[in-house]
């Protein structure tokens, strides 16, 4: 089976394990037990609300932890791309992880001036840098 094509406006990905069933279950949980709570207000139904609480942060933050890992790697192999590229280490070391993100999706013959368009503040904002991007190269790995 092909893949879609990816650029700017189609290259948000969603994990339907995550957005479609562990998340809204999350989240109706907690609803119900406030509701549940706020009509019977006992001290068993607090604590469910405390629970369904600490359940929506353990998912939550499930997804947090692995977007903050691929966002590390990320900026580690656009590092070595820059440098590769011949890219000044400065250059390199003055670019936020966000800009790198941001980058990421550049092809190698764009990636250069790309970097100094963002470094003289002419693409401050990811999305800005994204749109930017003329050479679109895909990443279907992304977590």
């Given amino acids: 089976m092909a893949q879609k094509t990816q650029d700017f406006k189609h290259h948000t990905r969603w994990e339907p394990f995550y957005h479609f069933i562990a998340s809204p279950i999350a989240l109706l949980n907690l609803v119900v037990q406030v509701r549940h709570a706020y009509y019977y207000q ?12 600490g359940f929506f942060a ?14 590390r790697l990320i900026r580690l192999e656009m590092r070595l791309k820059l440098r590769e590229l011949g890219v000044p280490q400065a250059d390199i070391m003055r670019l936020s992880a966000r800009q790198m993100v941001g980058l990421r ?9 790309l970097v100094q368009r963002v470094l003289s503040g002419e693409l401050a904002e990811q999305k800005a840098i994204k749109a930017a991007i003329k050479d679109w190269q895909a990443d279907w790995l992304r977590a």
Avoid: C, H, K
């Avoid at 999706?105 to 001036?113: K, R, T």
């Fill in 105 to 113: 999706f550049a092809s190698d013959a764009e990636l250069p001036g």
């Fill in 58 to 71: 353990i998912v939550a933050s499930a997804r947090l932890m692995a977007l903050r890992v691929q966002d």
């Fill in 42 to 53: 006992t001290r068993y139904a607090w604590w469910n609300v405390v629970f369904a609480i």
